[in-house]
């Protein structure tokens, strides 16, 4: 199995910017399908982007325009970078691999991270 870890969550004011690291611990990292979703008290979890191996991107739309999603498969870490953050972007953000296709959907993902926190506020 593989570990994911999240790191580069922080305080930040609206409209600043963070990069948000996932990195696979402990095996090799193959999985094809890697995303992240995000997580606020009482929400279910929502689908903000995913990547492939091969690089093919599938961003949802309150973000699309201002996060990236990257992937650096020779040092088994993906990134989301997120510009003009919003306090609505406010989460825990979760890092998410799998070896199937890319999805929007949480149940088709097979390891997740612990989460960082990302705060948006003035």
């Known amino acids: 199995q593989v570990q994911l870890v999240e790191s580069g969550g922080g305080l930040v004011q609206p409209g600043g910017s963070l990069r948000l690291s996932c990195a696979a611990l402990g095996r090799t990292f193959s999985s094809n399908a890697m995303a992240w979703f995000r997580q606020v008290p009482g929400n279910d979890r929502e689908f903000v982007a995913a990547i492939n191996r091969s690089g093919a991107t599938r961003i949802d739309e309150p973000v699309k325009g201002r996060f990236a999603i990257s992937r650096d498969n020779a040092q088994n870490t993906m990134y989301l970078q997120m510009n003009s953050l919003r306090p609505e972007d406010s989460a825990v953000y979760y890092c998410?691999?799998?070896?199937?296709?890319?999805?929007?959907?949480?149940?088709?993902?097979?390891?997740w991270g612990q989460g960082t926190q990302v705060t948006v506020s003035s």
């Open positions: 998410a691999a799998g070896n199937r296709f890319v999805a929007t959907t949480s149940s088709q993902y097979d390891y």
